[in-house]
């Protein structure tokens, strides 16, 4: 029967001397050692290069809804936007505006600098062991900002950007507010015309009808005696059936009513025609070339200019220009007054680098030791093949 058991020298062929190993890499540790300290020189310049100077701070925004934010967003993360911005404010040449510039032309760059702030995130929830509440968790809070730099700049470039932030919601929310206003007023002055020219056909026909009905009380002095002490609700068209006499009544109550509604009309017109001449001049406005700060300052020569000619001391323009003046107001609370950091950003600059410089020895050191091993063995290797390969030759 053959014998099928390999060789005894073919296992020795494939175990490992670790004496033979350990003297190699000992022989060449001056090798290893020095790719070792290589590698860790470049984990230290990696960590160097990689520093920034980073300050953030939360903004907080009242008037962004999160259910409304898409509408900022794609303005906010708009690079040219931002350029536009700092060239209004005269802010291009300076540092923090070229600083800004540079970020405005980064891919994604505003999109990573500004991000909304929620109420509550999953993970705070789960902290703070609060059963989950959509509401809540969609809460916008305001907008975080981020400003990161390889040279330092004290934080001051955020400053700007979160100004570039309000210059941007109050111009988003004013366009929305005054091409609403302006299209909504403009044709509800409209319809209160039309309704005051029905009104006025209205009292001519009722006001022809009362010279008539007197004509028939004259000609007929019994039909006015007739008996009108009975209250009765008729239908518009029905009074006919009535004694003239109560007809001539119903027919001034009808004119009464309707000149207090003409009244009442012209008021509203009124005021609907000054509003629509603030909201249509202001959002004109909006279209030049003017920051949000301005315009907000803006708003109050526009107003003047819309009521220029008007008599203030009427109450229904006194009354506009009240309800336009507190809306002012109320704007510059939520923009200029509302719209702040939660803490002063100024001094939090703060120095990030990944990986940070002992994680850089340690990483770059092990990563250059393991090349060294590799280099070392490897050259072990070529060695020995070319000495094999010598004595081969020498016996041939």
Not at 7 to 34: F, H, M, N
Not at 62 to 83: I, N
Not at 200 to 214: G, M, V, Y
Request: with cysteine; glycine share 8%; hydrophobic share 40%.
């Amino acid at each position: 029967m053959q014998n099928t058991q390999p060789p005894a020298q073919a296992y020795e062929d494939d175990e490992i001397d670790l004496r033979q190993l350990v003297s190699t890499l000992w022989a060449q540790k001056g090798l290893i050692a020095g790719v070792g300290v290589l590698g860790a020189a470049l984990g230290v310049g990696g960590s160097l290069l990689s520093t920034k100077y980073v300050t953030e701070g939360l903004l907080l925004t009242p008037s962004v809804l999160a259910t409304d934010y898409k509408r900022y967003e794609s303005v906010l993360s708009s690079g040219a936007r931002l350029e536009e911005f700092l060239r209004l404010g005269a802010q291009s040449d300076t540092a923090d505006g070229l600083r800004l510039q540079r970020l405005a032309r980064t891919p994604n760059g505003l999109r990573e600098s500004i991000k909304p702030e929620f109420a509550l995130t999953e993970k705070d929830q789960k902290a703070f062991g609060i059963k989950p509440n959509g509401e809540a968790q969609n809460a916008l809070v305001g907008m975080q900002i981020r400003y990161a730099d390889k040279d330092p700049s004290n934080g001051t470039p955020l400053a700007l950007l979160a100004e570039y932030v309000r210059d941007s919601v109050i111009k988003v929310d004013l366009a929305d507010s005054t091409l609403g206003n302006c299209n909504t007023y403009a044709t509800r002055a409209q319809e209160l015309r039309n309704q005051q020219l029905q009104s006025d056909f209205t009292i001519r026909q009722e006001a022809q009808r009362i010279t008539d009905l007197r004509e028939i009380i004259a000609r007929h002095p019994d039909a006015g005696a007739a008996e009108s002490r009975q209250i009765v609700s008729l239908e518009r068209g029905t009074e006919r059936f009535l004694s003239p006499a109560a007809q001539l009544v119903a027919a001034e109550i009808q004119i009464a009513d309707l000149k207090l509604a003409e009244a009442q009309r012209e008021r509203e017109r009124v005021a609907s025609e000054l509003k629509r001449k603030y909201y249509c001049d202001a959002e004109a406005a909006l279209k030049q070339p003017i920051s949000g700060r301005k315009l907000l300052a803006e708003l109050q020569n526009l107003q003047a200019t819309a009521f220029q000619g008007r008599d203030r001391a009427t109450d229904i323009v006194e009354q506009t220009w009240n309800e336009l003046e507190l809306e002012r107001e109320r704007w510059n609370n939520t923009y200029l007054a509302g719209m702040r950091f939660v803490a002063p950003p100024e001094g939090t600059e703060v120095r990030e680098r990944k990986p940070g410089l002992a994680m850089g020895i340690a990483l770059g050191g092990v990563l250059g030791g393991m090349l060294g091993v590799m280099i070392a063995l490897v050259r072990a290797w070529w060695r020995g093949s070319r000495e094999g390969e010598a004595g081969i030759s020498t016996k041939v």
